[in-house]
């Protein structure tokens, strides 16, 4: 059964750094690109950063470039979002993803807020 366990989210003050953590198990991690995605109060759910298997040449929507970074630890089948130069805007329910074999992997979500 596959399994997308999401932590790290908390409030946080403007400026202000998080790193979320998604601990994965009930497939084979190394072989899945792996997504963070958020959703806002209102708002549709979208992508933030997507890494490869190889972790290699990560992707980022605009508004996240060059304030987060996507990594991965393949021994530890987890992935991480370090939040730098977070911003109101930020706040958010940030949830982990995988596809494979024609299907959607969510887990259950962390929220983020970026407030004074």
């Known amino acids: 059964q596959v399994q997308l366990v999401e932590s790290g989210g908390a409030l946080v003050q403007p400026g202000g750094s998080l790193r979320l953590s998604c601990a994965a198990s009930?497939?084979?991690?190394?072989?899945?690109?792996m997504n963070w995605y958020r959703q806002a109060p209102g708002k549709e759910r979208e992508l933030v950063a997507r890494?490869?298997?190889?972790?290699?040449?990560?992707v980022y929507v605009d508004f996240v470039r060059g304030r987060f970074t996507i990594s991965r630890d393949n021994a530890k089948n987890t992935v991480f979002l370090q939040m730098n130069g977070l911003k109101p805007e930020d706040t958010a329910v940030y949830y982990c993803?995988?596809?494979?074999?024609?299907?959607?992997?969510w887990g259950q979500g962390t929220q983020v807020i970026v407030s004074s």
């Open positions: 890494i490869f298997t190889s972790g290699r040449l990560p």
């Open positions: 009930g497939f084979t991690f190394s072989r899945y690109a």
């Open positions: 993803n995988t596809y494979f074999n024609g299907a959607d992997y």
